[in-house]
């Protein structure tokens, strides 16, 4: 990714043309549940989220936080909590403040991809080869890699190390295809026989879209997702590539160096990453909204249509291998789907999606419920939460107060 061009100079070189929209999606039927539980409103949440956030911001000694709330195709609730900056005091705006989401950053890239499966510009089944000249993925196996593992975390990648992924020195000069190329890692499994999560894989699928639309990614899903979705602030540019204005609405972490350190003020750019389709969304609480919208509506936002109602249903269905029936994770509890994430609930046979993120001094984590048309997003800037616990904490608070009565 060049660290020249803003987000306003490729804006206004971009046309507007849509991309055509397939449905012949092969998806298998699902026995929900017939009910219109959970019954919740924006006082409800309110209410909730005054009661368990402060305690716990306190606890962990996290600056500030953020939540957003979609449900029945509308934004039911958006709020800040505490500071985007501890060091200057600015106020955590779920309108305004732009936050960091890293890895939630893989469900928009897969969205994107499955545009370009739609348009017919790529397959999920092809060899992802076939697409690429820069550089060649191994044959290390005799089963190629194909898009749908790159989505789906199948593709037997093992991810170099941070070194290699955090857009420092001479990293942040590459282009992304010049970085697939420099770390591309060994494969080291057979496709399909185990999901180990993988930068490198999503970074891939954000690679043949730039491939396969002529245009950088940060482009292409600026055209073709965020702007469609009134997403108008969000971007996967970094910090410093956007006009000064947006620059200063960007949430700074707190963090430590590891357990037992002292808590530190970040700086503006050390959440950059190089693979930018896998960790590099800045959005906004209310933004992020619009796109839980689209999925839990078959696609559609507003009068934007994102993917057809049946690519959005087999994004959220376990991903099936060609041969072996559906395809249940071996080493994890969850299925996985296109960029999403099933959650195992307890007593419960509702879908629980998920996809979560975080590096030093960000968590984010986008959940999302289809049967009920319910998603959230929260976001938290750390400080002394080492473990990530309050993400987690603030799911089974969720589950308990909310969902505890509904089907099981």
């Known amino acids: ?132 000249e820069l550089f060649k993925v191994p044959d290390t196996f005799p089963e190629p890699v194909t898009l749908a593992h790159l989505l789906t975390h199948t593709a037997g990648f093992f991810d170099t190390g941070n070194d290699t992924l955090l857009a420092r020195g001479k990293l942040r000069n590459l282009s992304l295809g010049e970085w697939l190329k420099a770390y591309l890692p060994p494969r080291k499994k057979p496709v399909g026989t185990e999901v180990q999560y993988s930068n490198f894989s999503s970074s891939l699928a954000g690679y043949l879209i730039e491939v396969a639309s002529g245009q950088s990614y940060a ?29 200063a609405q960007v949430a700074i972490g707190d963090a430590r160096i590891d357990v037992g350190y002292p808590i530190r003020h970040m700086t503006p750019s050390e959440g950059d990453f190089a693979n930018t389709p896998a960790a590099n969304l800045l959005t906004t609480a209310e933004e992020i909204a619009h796109f839980l919208i689209a999925h839990l509506c078959g696609g559609e936002y507003a009068t934007t249509k994102l993917l057809s109602a049946a690519g959005i249903a087999a994004m959220h269905e376990p991903y099936k291998q060609p041969v072996n029936g559906w395809y249940k994770a071996a080493n994890m509890k969850n299925d996985v789907g296109y960029g999403f994430f099933w959650r195992s609930i307890k007593d419960h046979q509702f879908r629980w999606l998920f996809h979560s993120g975080g590096w030093d001094g960000s968590i984010s984590d986008l959940e999302m419920l289809p049967d009920f048309k319910l998603g959230y997003f929260f976001w938290y800037n750390q400080g002394g939460d080492d473990h990530r616990r309050l993400r987690v904490e603030l799911n089974s608070a969720f589950l308990e107060r909310f969902l505890a009565g509904c089907p099981g």
């Open 1 to 132: 990714m060049a660290g020249t061009t803003t987000r306003r100079q490729f804006l206004g070189s971009l046309a507007a043309a849509p991309l055509a929209v397939r449905s012949s999606w092969p998806v298998r039927a699902i026995d929900l549940p017939a009910t219109a539980c959970p019954k919740i409103t924006a006082s409800d949440v309110e209410r909730f989220l005054q009661a368990f956030l402060p305690p716990k911001m306190k606890q962990y000694e996290v600056p500030g936080a953020a939540f957003s709330m979609a449900m029945n195709g509308k934004l039911l609730f958006a709020s800040g909590y505490g500071l985007a900056d501890s060091k200057t005091g600015r106020a955590v705006d779920p309108y305004h403040t732009l936050l960091r989401a890293y890895s939630v950053s893989k469900s928009f890239t897969a969205t994107a991809a499955m545009q370009m499966v739609e348009a017919g510009k790529l397959s999920l089944t092809e060899n992802v080869n076939s697409y690429l």
């Open 219 to 247: 482009e292409y899903i600026q055209q073709h997702v965020l702007d469609p979705l009134g997403m108008n602030r969000s971007s996967f540019l970094w910090p410093d590539q956007l006009p000064a204005d947006d620059e």
